[in-house]
T-cell receptor
């Protein structure tokens, strides 16, 4: 079955540390890729997205992600995290060949930043 | 923020009772979705709609039904609520195109926390 996997369920870092959250998917063909963030008590908000073109995508708040097609991966990175980055992060994939209307989410990674 | 309103925001209901959650959008977006969010599972698609009266099932549709009689409203109904349906429910919308409806950003509502006792 097609799926989206986020390897880390809970990541704890100190401020100014570098961050990388993994995301792998199992769909072949063209994919649209997203990272969403959910701050405590709030709804999901888009961090960044990849549809085509440059595989290194820059998003809001200093986040970036790299699409590596050969590895079916779309890892999220930030060089220096802040306390305000504490949130849950979701990778999501849309594979038009599998059902154009469906956005499939990973299990989420809870990120805790210690001041 | 996109104009998406979910109601109610919180609800406690008894097992076996029917429950309807409402999602209302003011963006005139074509596609609407209902997800449930549970710890360890991320968000899972329940049902989605690609137009008025056009709906389809997602991966966890058992026990749920939906209706969309107007572009702006997408209703999710639990015909007979069970404890396993205790969850946070999110509505989402996208504009997209018919060929690639997800080729755009999905906007989410604030969520409805449903507890079935």
């Amino acid at each position: 079955a097609q799926s989206v996997s986020q390897h880390n369920h809970h990541v704890i870092l100190s401020e100014a540390a570098s961050l990388e959250l993994g995301c792998n998917y199992s769909y072949g063909g063209t994919v649209n890729l997203f990272w969403y963030v959910q701050y405590p008590g709030q709804h999901l908000q888009l961090l960044l997205k990849y549809f085509s073109g440059d595989p290194l995508v820059k998003g809001i708040k200093g986040f970036e992600a790299e699409f590596i097609k050969s590895k079916f991966s779309f890892n999220l990175r930030k060089p220096s995290v802040q306390w305000s980055d504490t949130a849950e992060y979701f990778c999501a994939v849309n594979a038009p060949s599998q059902g154009a209307q469906k956005l499939v989410f990973g299990q989420g990674t809870r990120l805790t930043i210690n001041p | 923020d996109a104009g998406i309103t979910q109601s109610p925001r919180h609800k406690v209901t008894e097992t076996g009772t029917p429950v309807t959650l409402r999602c209302h959008q003011t963006e005139n977006h074509r596609y609407m979705y209902w997800y449930r969010q549970d710890p360890g599972h991320g968000l899972r698609l329940i049902h989605y709609s690609y137009g008025v009266k056009d709906t389809d099932k997602g991966e966890v549709s058992d026990g749920y039904s939906v209706s969309r009689s107007k572009t702006e409203d997408f209703l999710l109904t639990l015909e007979s609520a069970t404890s396993s349906q205790t969850s946070v429910y999110f509505c989402a919308i996208t504009q997209g195109t018919k060929m690639n409806p997800m080729n755009t950003e999905a906007f989410f509502g604030q969520g409805t926390r449903l507890t079935v006792v």
